[in-house]
């Protein structure tokens, strides 16, 4: 086993628990969506969706960057915006995640897909679990260990969230 997949098995054995305190901020919903902001390729991104439903991470081209270096792609994508997608490519990005104190920077594998989405970035549910996050739609928040140990917590921006959801209402 290679050092760093040791290292990310350690920090995996970390507890992400959700207690009273993490409802203290929240604004009472309907179920919203779990929506954060990363960074990625030296950019702030909000609008990223948090989609236990998806098994693709998507990256829907807002960051501006060259389709040069897209990737070739096999396939499309069923299911997504209730149709099948043409699958434009794939990109693979250093994407940060930090709630202020802690952080962890991992190279993450987006498909480019031609689809209308309010939001900017989706990660799916191959991330998601690689990463070892536990997201709550009740705390309106997402958990991760960071590689030494520490617990990361990143909280979802629900106003935001409200309001691309209703956008995507919208386009329907």
């Known amino acids: 086993m290679s050092m760093e997949a040791q290292r990310t098995n350690d920090a ?3 507890d992400l628990v959700f207690t009273k305190a993490d409802l203290e901020d929240v604004i009472p919903h309907d179920n919203d969506l779990v929506v954060i902001s990363v960074v990625t390729t030296g950019r702030k991104v909000h609008r990223v969706l948090v989609d236990q439903g998806s098994s693709a991470d998507d990256n829907l081209n807002k960051l501006q960057l060259s389709p040069d270096i897209l990737r070739p792609y096999g396939g499309c994508l069923y299911g997504f915006v209730r149709d099948q997608v043409e699958v434009r490519g794939y990109l693979e990005l250093r994407t940060s995640f930090t709630d202020g104190t802690a952080s ?3 190279s993450i594998r987006y498909l480019v897909v031609n689809a209308f989405s309010a939001y900017n970035m989706l990660l799916g549910r191959p991330t998601l ?3 070892g996050v536990v997201p709550s ?3 309106m928040k997402m958990k991760l ?4 140990g ?3 917590t990143i909280k979802s921006d ?3 969230a409200k309001r691309c959801y209703e956008n995507n209402l919208k386009t329907r």
């Open 158 to 160: 629900q106003k935001e």
């Open 145 to 148: 260990p960071d590689l030494t």
């Open 104 to 106: 962890r920077t991992e």
């Open 12 to 14: 995996f054995d970390v």
């Open 150 to 152: 520490k617990v990361i």
């Open 129 to 131: 679990n690689r990463l």
């Open 137 to 139: 739609t009740r705390h």
